[in-house]
């Protein structure tokens, strides 16, 4: 059984209020957001809306639940003697309004949820939406994303594979698994969706994905945010039990659809006898209910807001400096894998403090104690391009010392003749004139194919024979 935290607000004076989070089954707290709120709007909206203790049944608790970029305040009946029982559930605090609410607010960012409407692509290209937010999002293992390009890629060519998905990108790395495989219970898709809803400091950012075919190369479809945190609430009371799983294997045994019971208990005697599996997919006795599972999901994707990636992206990265503290606002934000990149290449880069000061960064040494500190990092909108061209897998088109030759020769004609262009001579000097084999489809004499190609070490055979990316 899932279980998450969940907020209660209670008021015992005209200026004092009680924070109490407990920690409830998802089944339950699912439950709990059917009900009819009491209220629903900003924060001073449900702090003034929320009436005085003793007024009230004892076992009603007033929740506190996010809803877009609204909260909503949901009165419970919780039935007799729950307050009694569950007195030393969670933690519980006291104070004036303007405490109180800085702790529920605080809780409630901790617990994966953001305070802004879900955003909605439509009609894009979602090959290069999706890469957008995850340079945003994903400081590590950016190459599961190749394992995502492939699958939305594939299904999008296909006229008969499934066009709905869930995507996700977290901090280090990302997920993409179609919508129906999450709803079955028991799964690897399942139990990795429920999973990162546990891992606050994941940054978990959901979003589901419906295509429309592809054309020359570019996978066109929509693309909505979820509320993560509101559907795994959904997911654990709305998922069916696998009954068959369809295997399909190598030749000569084409596949075979086997009972999941037996699958489960006997798989090293199926592999022994069938052979290496190719593909497997789970079946549940009722596809109807299935579908209507999906479908009846997707409409918690309300209050959307139409927008642009680069709009988006700008406006996570603008609330995340917020958050941490930081509000000069002249600073565009920077993973830490960009970040070492940038640093080796001599690039300028800070370590931003809360205090809204910023420290220049040196050395990859000092990059890894801020990590640890876990530290935001930043450039400028100017030196955060010029380290685009160095995140480009390509080769340079001359060597180190015609560089530095070229160099001269431009510095010295910019000098002479027009001083106020000098400034764009970096972003000349830097860029790549030949792309890496992996993209033009050939390797250049001399250069290593494999170091092109080469994909992340964590993908690994499944027991089953099966291929997945060990994440």
Same mark, same amino acid.
């Given at each position: 059984?899932?279980?998450?935290?969940?907020?209660?607000?209670?008021?015992?004076?005209?200026?004092?209020?009680? %924070?109490?989070?407990?920690?409830?089954?998802?089944?339950?707290?699912?439950a709990?957001?059917?009900?009819?709120?009491?209220?629903?709007?900003?924060?001073?909206?449900?702090?003034?809306?929320?009436? *005085?203790?003793?007024?009230?049944?004892?076992?009603?608790?007033?929740?506190?639940?996010?809803?877009?970029?609204? =909260?909503?305040?949901?009165?419970?009946?919780?039935?007799?003697? !729950?307050? +009694?029982?569950?007195?030393f559930?969670?933690?519980?605090?006291?104070?004036?309004?303007?405490?109180?609410?800085a702790? =529920?607010?605080?809780? =409630?960012?901790?617990?994966? #949820?953001?305070?802004?409407?879900?955003?909605? !692509?439509?009609?894009?290209d979602?090959?290069?939406?999706?890469?957008?937010?995850?340079?945003?999002?994903?400081?590590?293992?950016?190459?599961?994303?190749?394992? $995502?390009?492939?699958?939305?890629?594939?299904?999008?060519?296909?006229?008969?594979?499934?066009?709905?998905?869930?995507?996700?990108?977290?901090?280090?790395?990302?997920?993409?698994?179609?919508?129906?495989?999450?709803?079955?219970?028991?799964?690897e898709?399942?139990?990795?969706?429920?999973?990162y809803?546990? @891992?606050?400091?994941?940054?978990? *950012?959901?979003?589901?994905?419906?295509?429309?075919?592809?054309?020359?190369?570019?996978?066109?479809?929509?693309?909505?945010?979820?509320? #993560?945190?509101?559907?795994?609430?959904?997911? @654990?009371?709305?998922?069916?039990?696998? $009954?068959?799983?369809?295997?399909?294997?190598?030749?000569?045994?084409?596949?075979?659809?086997? $009972?999941?019971?037996?699958?489960?208990?006997?798989?090293?005697?199926?592999?022994?006898?069938?052979?290496?599996?190719?593909?497997?997919t789970?079946?549940?006795?009722?596809?109807?209910?299935?579908?209507?599972? +999906?479908?009846?999901?997707?409409?918690?994707?309300?209050?959307?807001?139409?927008?642009?990636v680069?709009n988006?992206?700008?406006? %996570?990265?603008?609330?995340?400096?917020?958050? #941490?503290?930081?509000?000069?606002?002249?600073?565009?934000?920077?993973?830490?894998?960009?970040?070492?990149?940038?640093?080796k290449?001599?690039?300028?880069?800070?370590i931003?403090?809360?205090?809204?000061?910023?420290?220049?960064?040196?050395?990859?040494?000092? %990059?890894?104690? +801020?990590?640890?500190?876990?530290?935001?990092?930043?450039?400028?909108?100017?030196?955060?391009e010029? =380290?685009?061209?160095?995140?480009?897998? @390509?080769?340079?088109?001359?060597?180190?010392?015609?560089?530095?030759?070229? #160099?001269?020769?431009?510095l010295?004609?910019?000098?002479?003749?027009?001083?106020?262009?000098?400034?764009l001579?970096?972003?000349i000097?830097?860029?790549?004139?030949?792309r890496?084999?992996?993209?033009?489809?050939?390797?250049?004499?001399?250069?290593?194919?494999?170091?092109?190609?080469e994909?992340?070490s964590g993908?690994?055979?499944?027991?089953?024979?099966?291929?997945?990316s060990?994440?």
């Amino acid at each position: 059984m899932e279980y998450s935290k969940i907020n209660a607000l209670s008021r015992t004076g005209e200026n004092a209020y009680g %924070l109490w989070t407990l920690i409830l089954p998802r089944e339950l707290i699912h439950a709990i957001r059917q009900l009819e709120p009491a209220e629903s709007g900003s924060w001073e909206d449900i702090f003034e809306a929320l009436p *005085m203790a003793g007024t009230y049944a004892e076992d009603t608790l007033y929740f506190v639940l996010p809803h877009s970029k609204d =909260l909503w305040l949901v009165p419970a009946d919780m039935g007799k003697g !729950f307050c +009694a029982e569950h007195r030393f559930n969670g933690e519980s605090t006291q104070g004036e309004r303007e405490e109180i609410m800085a702790r =529920l607010r605080e809780n =409630l960012r901790q617990q994966g #949820y953001r305070f802004h409407p879900n955003a909605c !692509f439509s009609h894009v290209d979602v090959l290069k939406t999706l890469q957008k937010i995850m340079e945003h999002n994903t400081s590590y293992y950016r190459t599961d994303f190749d394992y $995502d390009r492939e699958m939305l890629l594939k299904a999008a060519k296909d006229r008969n594979a499934h066009k709905q998905f869930f995507w996700m990108s977290r901090h280090g790395g990302t997920l993409c698994f179609p919508e129906r495989s999450v709803y079955i219970e028991q799964t690897e898709q399942y139990n990795s969706w429920n999973y990162y809803g546990r @891992c606050p400091s994941e940054r978990a *950012m959901a979003f589901w994905i419906e295509l429309y075919g592809e054309k020359d190369g570019i996978v066109e479809g929509d693309i909505v945010e979820m509320d #993560y945190q509101e559907h795994l609430d959904y997911l @654990c009371a709305n998922s069916l039990a696998p $009954d068959r799983v369809d295997l399909l294997f190598r030749n000569p045994s084409g596949h075979q659809i086997i $009972d999941y019971q037996e699958y489960k208990w006997d798989w090293e005697s199926i592999i022994r006898r069938y052979g290496t599996v190719e593909h497997k997919t789970y079946l549940v006795e009722n596809e109807w209910q299935l579908a209507n599972i +999906a479908v009846r999901g997707r409409v918690l994707q309300d209050g959307l807001v139409e927008t642009q990636v680069d709009n988006y992206v700008q406006q %996570l990265d603008s609330d995340r400096l917020c958050a #941490y503290g930081y509000g000069a606002g002249d600073m565009a934000l920077v993973g830490p894998q960009d970040v070492e990149k940038a640093v080796k290449q001599g690039l300028e880069c800070f370590i931003l403090n809360r205090d809204g000061s910023r420290e220049p960064l040196s050395d990859v040494e000092e %990059l890894r104690k +801020a990590v640890s500190r876990t530290k935001l990092f930043g450039m400028t909108a100017r030196e955060k391009e010029i =380290l685009g061209y160095f995140r480009q897998e @390509c080769i340079p088109l001359f060597t180190q010392a015609e560089m530095r030759k070229i #160099y001269f020769l431009a510095l010295q004609a910019g000098m002479e003749n027009e001083p106020e262009e000098s400034g764009l001579l970096d972003d000349i000097i830097i860029r790549r004139s030949v792309r890496c084999p992996r993209r033009s489809g050939s390797a250049p004499e001399g250069r290593s194919r494999r170091r092109c190609g080469e994909r992340r070490s964590g993908r690994k055979e499944g027991y089953d024979g099966t291929v997945n990316s060990g994440r």
